[in-house]
């Protein structure tokens, strides 16, 4: 998983409680991203960094936010959680943005 | 707007068997096309891409896959099937309009080769 690290691996929370992911690197790669995982859909890309502080929506970014205040993490944070955002959760990073990006091991959040 | 069908929930081999995984696509402009396998409860993991060049990709564990422009389609292929290759399979694209490195994943396709 190519010097990526996902914290936590799991976790179980309560409708409306607020919940960070956190996705950090050791490959110095410029451009991070957090998708989702969910049967039937593939991946759907919520948010992506293009550089520290630099950050933008994907396609599913209702209900999200991000930071990077380094270049090494990228946060994910579910303002007030919901059953829907019960998924897993992939960090990714790329060096140039037309290359293959490199996937982390991933998060399971299960909201109850 | 970028698009990927893989048309195949599921493709089930005999081990020793060659294996195809269809993949066809719709981008503006000229496409990046890649192929990523997920193995159970780990994060995808990156195969093979084309850019641009020859239309036959070689990647990694004895894969390649096909470009055909005409048929908008990058089939992943493999000549012999290992039970090992058992997995989930992602074909993603990006078209070289798009001002940013955002990837269009497909559903996936389950691939079960049985011994």
């Known amino acids: 998983d190519a010097g990526i690290t996902q914290s936590p691996r799991h976790k179980v929370t309560e409708t409306g409680t607020p919940v960070t992911l956190r996705c950090h690197q050791t490959?110095?790669?410029?451009?991070m991203y957090w998708y989702r995982q969910d049967p039937g859909h593939g991946l759907r890309l919520i948010h992506y960094?293009?550089?520290?502080?630099?950050?933008d929506k994907g396609e599913v970014s209702d209900g999200y936010s991000v930071s990077r205040s380094k270049t090494e993490d990228f946060l994910l944070t579910l303002e007030s959680a919901t059953s829907s955002q019960t998924s897993v959760y992939f960090c990714?990073?790329?060096?140039?943005?037309?290359?293959?990006?490199?996937f982390g091991p991933g998060t399971r959040l299960t909201v109850t | 707007a970028q698009s990927v069908a893989q048309p195949e929930d599921q493709v089930n081999v005999a081990e020793g068997n060659p294996l195809t995984v269809k993949c066809t696509y719709s981008?503006?402009?000229?496409?990046?096309l890649f192929w990523y396998v997920q193995y159970p409860n780990r994060g995808l993991q990156f195969l093979l891409k084309?850019?641009?060049?020859?239309?036959l990709v070689k990647g990694s564990y004895g894969f390649e896959a096909e470009f055909n422009k005409s048929q908008t389609s990058f089939h992943l292929k493999k000549p012999s099937a290992l039970v090992s290759d058992s997995a989930l399979y992602f074909c993603?694209?990006?078209?070289?309009?798009?001002?940013?490195?955002?990837?269009?994943f497909g559903a996936g396709t389950q691939v079960v080769v049985t011994p």
């Open positions: 084309y850019i641009t060049g020859d239309n």
């Open positions: 960094s293009y550089g520290v502080k630099d950050t």
């Open positions: 993603a694209v990006r078209g070289t309009t798009d001002s940013w490195g955002k990837l269009q």
């Open positions: 490959e110095n790669h410029r451009y």
């Open positions: 990714a990073i790329s060096e140039v943005i037309s290359y293959e990006q490199y």
């Open positions: 981008v503006s402009g000229n496409p990046y």
